[in-house]
């Protein structure tokens, strides 16, 4: 007798969550969830709710509506232990312009709690091809660097979800290259990753899901489709249509 | 509670490295300083008025708005680069944000309070020396409301239009409390006055102190919900 196959708990469960300003829904009711090793790339355009819905993902906005499953357990945003458990990498670097690459990382890394801050540092500044600028503020450091930095920030803690908002804005091909390759090695290691973005290209090429994201709704969410033509005409028509 | 006070002292260590390698707050704040203190200096008639009459509203005239440009900048420089939104996500108690926010602006207030002390005794010629124990209390204890409430204050500020308009106007009605009872009891030090004459001043500056800390850790939360 061959024993079933025990489906693998989602990392993340989203259900029917909901986010107003004022009149506008930014967020009106979205659903998903991700298993170890998904990547969600959420297509839509300006003004759709994509930065609405990281935001509540990362606990820094409160849903008015729905509820977050991290792990299995209802996401507490007031809660540290789980706000730990992860890493936002934002169109803005998060990091202070006038501490050094080091100092920006020792920071975060005493905040998380890491047994050997300076070493961690030290770590995730050589893993990012940043060791030569570790003395270098950020405010002297190139957009392409600064997002490096950016990313060897938010995974500094080996978070188990990453959620990326727009990560290759301003990137020049270098530094768009290693964000890419940081993607491949987070799906590797069967992290789960959601990742908004405009770049329809860009998105195909790392998800293994994808949602259309339009007025704060997901007009399509699935696995990627494997007919990449039929898809852009299907988000052109979502745009167009919303 | 331990870990709390060590994220507060990581969040406070940073906020005074980036203020002393930019010194933008602290040199306009001790700018501002010598000027107020020069102006009133200058603007008195002292064949009218004696120093020692005007002087303690004077210098908690100064203490007060040289602070002011110190607690702008304390979320001000959060807002770089969204650097906010990693001290939210990261594992620090709303609590230890603002006890770090907090150290970090006593530190500041604490240094410009220091420069602007002698250069007030130097200007109106008052003999502190005989009263730097008693006075530098009376300091601590009326900074410690003050900045508690800015603190929080400048929470709610950052995100508006005009922050740094905002800020006075939200805090200078709740600041008249503890700047009077500030002022009398300098006075009365000046004067050479017994401490029985300054009690009740003293305990409306503790109470208002314990008041507005308990609030401003209740709330806190609160302020950085958008």
Redesign the interface.
């Known amino acids: 007798m061959v024993a079933a196959p025990v489906a693998e708990p989602a990392v993340l469960d989203v259900r029917a969550l909901a986010r107003a300003f004022g009149r506008v829904r930014a967020l009106d009711g979205v659903d998903f969830s991700l298993r170890r090793g998904d990547v969600l790339a959420v297509f839509g355009p300006n003004g759709a709710g994509k930065s609405t819905l990281l ?1 509540i993902l ?5 849903a008015d509506r729905g509820e977050v499953m991290l792990g299995g357990a209802r996401f507490d945003r ?1 809660d ?2 789980q ?2 458990r ?1 890493g ?1 990498i ?1 169109h ?8 050094t690459a080091a ?1 920006n990382l020792e ?2 890394a ?4 890491l047994a050997d801050p300076r070493g961690a540092a030290r770590a995730a500044l050589e893993a990012a091809g940043l060791a030569d600028r570790a003395g270098s503020l ?1 405010v002297t450091m190139s957009r392409g660097l600064v997002q490096r930095l950016a990313i060897a ?1 938010a995974l500094l803690h080996e978070p188990e979800l990453v959620l990326l908002d727009e990560p290759f804005t301003g990137l020049d091909q270098a530094a768009a290259a290693t964000l890419r390759a940081e993607l491949e090695r987070l799906r590797e290691r069967r992290r789960a990753v959601v990742l908004v973005t405009h770049n329809v290209e860009e998105g195909l090429g790392l998800a293994t899901h994808v949602a259309i994201q339009v007025r704060g709704r997901f007009a399509e969410w699935g696995p990627r489709p494997a007919d990449a033509a039929a898809f852009r005409a299907r988000y052109a028509a979502a745009v167009a249509g919303g | 509670m331990g ?1 709390v006070v060590a ?1 507060a002292l ?2 406070a260590a ?1 906020d005074v ?2 203020e002393f ?2 010194r933008t707050a602290f040199v306009s704040a001790l700018a501002f300083t010598a000027l107020v203190l020069a102006i009133f200096n200058f603007a008195r008639d002292p064949t009218a008025v004696a120093a020692i009459d005007v002087a303690p509203g004077i210098l908690w005239i100064t203490f007060c708005f040289a602070g002011l440009l110190g607690l702008n900048r304390a979320f001000a ?1 959060e807002r ?4 906010i ?10 609590s230890a944000l603002y006890l770090g926010k907090l150290l970090a602006n006593l530190v500041f207030v604490g240094l410009v309070e220091a420069v602007a002390l002698p250069l007030f005794a130097l200007f109106f010629n008052v003999p502190l020396w005989p009263i730097l124990a008693p006075l530098l209390g009376v300091i601590a204890l009326a900074t410690i409301g003050f900045v508690a409430l800015g603190t929080l204050l400048s929470a709610i500020a950052v995100n508006t239009r005009f922050a740094e308009l905002m800020l006075p106007v939200l805090m200078l009605p709740f600041l008249v409390p503890p700047i009077t009872a500030a002022v009398q009891v300098t006075s009365r030090l000046f004067a050479g006055r017994s401490f029985g004459e300054m009690a009740a001043w003293l305990k409306l500056l503790v109470g208002y102190d314990i008041v507005v800390l308990a609030t401003a850790i209740l709330v806190f ?1 609160f302020t950085l ?2």
């Open positions: 935001r990362a606990g820094i906005l409160r007031t540290p232990a706000r730990r992860i936002l934002a803005a670097s998060l990091c202070y312009d006038f501490l100092e920071f975060y005493r905040l998380y709690g950020a920030r | 870990n994220q990581v969040i940073k490295r980036l390698r930019t420089l770089e680069n969204r650097a939104d990693g001290l939210m996500l990261a594992p620090v108690s709303r939360d919900d958008e």
